[in-house]
C-alpha cells in the first residue's frame, strides 16, 4: 500500500503555521492531522472548529481529524468535514460506534476506528464493512513527545494479517505517537501506511520541516 504522511498541526510552530503548511503542501505531504481533544476523553486540549476552519482557507490538503473526545457524535457537525478527509473516531469513546461511522461515512468521507493501546483488535470484527482505516495508538493518546509502547509493533503486524485474512486488504492502518524516522520503517514493515508525523519526526527541527519530510519518507517509501 503506498505510504502516506499525515503531519500532526498540534506539534507545528503556531507562530508560522501558514508558511509551514505551505512548506509542508509543496513537500507533497498527504493529509494534515488534527488532534481534536476534549480535556475528557484525553486529559488535554488542542484546538476546535475555528481553527480547523481558518486553516481550510490557507490549503486545500485534506484533513485527517482525530477526534480524541468523548460521544464524538454530538460534535461532528460542529467540524466543516469535506470530501477526501478521514475523520477518525476512538472505540472507546461512544456507545454506539457503529451508528457514529455510518453517520461520516453519510458525509461523503474515510471513516476510521482509533483504538487506544490497551484496546484489543477483536473489538473491530463486527464493524469491518463500516471503515476505511484503522488508527494505531502506538502512545496512550493526548501528548506529543511520549516514546512508543514497543508491544504496538506487534499490534500493527497482527491487524495488518488479521485485515487480509478476513479479506479486507483496502482497510489502512495509521499509526499515531512517536512515529520517529527510525520507528516509522519499524510500523510500515509492520503494516502501516498512513504516518502521523510530529515531534519524534517532521517537527524534531521546527526550523527545516522540509528535510524532515523528506528523511521520513525515505524511510517508508517504497
Ligand atoms: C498523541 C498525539 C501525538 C502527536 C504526534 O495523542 O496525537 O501522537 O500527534 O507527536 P509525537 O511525534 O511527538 O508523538
Ligand atoms: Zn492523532
Do not use: W
Not at 453519510?106 to 477483536?122: E, K
Not at 503494516?191 to 519530510?213: D, E, M, P
Request: charged share 25%; proline share 5%; hydrophobic share 40%.
Amino acid at each position: 500500500m503506498t505510504s502516506k504522511i499525515s503531519p500532526s498541526l498540534m506539534c507545528i510552530d503556531f507562530t508560522n503555521i501558514e508558511e509551514d503548511i505551505k512548506l509542508l503542501k509543496a513537500s507533497n505531504v498527504d493529509y494534515l492531522h488534527f488532534d481534536i481533544m476534549d480535556g475528557n476523553f484525553v486529559p488535554n486540549y488542542t484546538f476546535g472548529p475555528d481553527f480547523m476552519n481558518s486553516i481550510r482557507k490557507i490549503t486545500d490538503l485534506p484533513f485527517d481529524i482525530h477526534l480524541m473526545v468523548e460521544n464524538p457524535e454530538r460534535k461532528l457537525d460542529f467540524f466543516n468535514i469535506r470530501e477526501g478527509d478521514i475523520v477518525s473516531i476512538h472505540y472507546e469513546s461512544t456507545t454506539h460506534v457503529q451508528r457514529v461511522l455510518e453517520k461520516i461515512k453519510d458525509l461523503g468521507v474515510t471513516p476510521s476506528i482509533a483504538l487506544n493501546p490497551s484496546t484489543p483488535i477483536c473489538c473491530i470484527e463486527d464493524i469491518l464493512d463500516d471503515i476505511g482505516v484503522v488508527l494505531i495508538m502506538t502512545v496512550n493518546p493526548g501528548f506529543a513527545g511520549q516514546k512508543m509502547i514497543p508491544a504496538m509493533l506487534n499490534k500493527i503486524g497482527r491487524l495488518r494479517h488479521y485485515l487480509d485474512i478476513k479479506g479486507y486488504k483496502s482497510i489502512e492502518i495509521e499509526v499515531d505517537g512517536n512515529v520517529s524516522f527510525e520507528n516509522s520503517r519499524r510500523m510500515k514493515k509492520a503494516g502501516a501506511n498512513i504516518f502521523v508525523a510530529g515531534t519524534s519526526s517532521i517537527f524534531s527541527n521546527r526550523k527545516n520541516i522540509r528535510n524532515g519530510v523528506y528523511r521520513l519518507k525515505a524511510q517508508i517509501m517504497d
